[in-house]
């Protein structure tokens, strides 16, 4: 069975202070992992696929990169703007996809 | 280019009453998906159409869940009859072959 792990549940940082968000997987047939932001009362919105290891993607101050066992969302010298719920994803070759249960990022001012 | 459109945003019913959820996909995506997410929880898939058929329905509770895609365009999802656990967010996405999924906003079910 697909599983797919998030840690920490719960994340706290002053602004500036960077940190990383990680993914564990185990899946059977790797097609893509995927990272999504989701503000209260909203629905997942896209940041990154990866699907392959050794490969990075960037956006403003994250990060993401991937190994054949799990992902990281980097997050360098946050904003409060940054503070959502992270969430990983990971679909397979049989086209069956899982979410991790996410990370939910505070940055204080 | 317009969102995934969802309706309603909220809905409160009784424990054992039938409700509805509507999704209108971005144009053009042929894949069509249903999620239920709980409070705290991720995401959990519950059908998965590519057009008007269903790809992955595996996780869907059939005795009550039930969902539709009429000409592979908007989509309906209805419980019926629900139950307390039944509460949750219900979550709609489109994708195409080339794309990442588009979530919209959700409807959020509380059931009493």
């Known amino acids: 069975e697909d599983q797919v792990t998030q840690s920490p549940e719960a994340l706290r940082l002053q602004e500036g202070e960077s940190s990383s968000l990680n993914c564990s997987y185990t899946?059977?047939?790797?097609?893509?992992l995927f990272w999504y932001r989701q503000d209260p009362g909203k629905g997942p919105e896209f940041l990154f696929t990866l699907y392959s290891a050794g490969e990075e993607k960037e956006k403003e101050r994250l990060k993401a990169t991937l190994t054949k066992k799990e992902s990281f969302l980097h997050i360098t010298a946050p904003k409060p703007e940054d503070s959502a719920t992270y969430l990983c994803a990971v679909a397979t070759n049989a086209g069956k996809s899982t979410f991790g249960d996410g990370t939910t990022l505070t940055v204080k001012p | 280019e317009a969102g995934v459109a969802q309706s309603p945003r909220y809905k409160i019913i009784e424990k054992r009453q039938s409700v509805a959820f509507w999704c209108n996909p971005i144009s053009g995506h042929a894949t069509l998906y249903w999620y239920q997410q709980i409070l705290g929880q991720g995401p959990k898939l519950l059908i998965q159409?590519?057009?008007?058929?269903?790809?992955?329905d595996s996780q869907l509770p059939k005795d009550r869940f039930s969902a539709e895609r009429l000409k592979g365009v908007d989509s309906t999802l209805k419980i019926q009859p629900a139950k307390l656990e039944d509460s949750a967010v219900y979550l709609c996405a489109s994708r195409t072959l080339n794309t990442e999924a588009f979530f919209g906003q959700g409807t959020r079910l509380t059931v009493v």
């Open positions: 159409f590519q057009n008007n058929g269903v790809v992955d």
């Open positions: 899946v059977s047939g790797l097609r893509g």
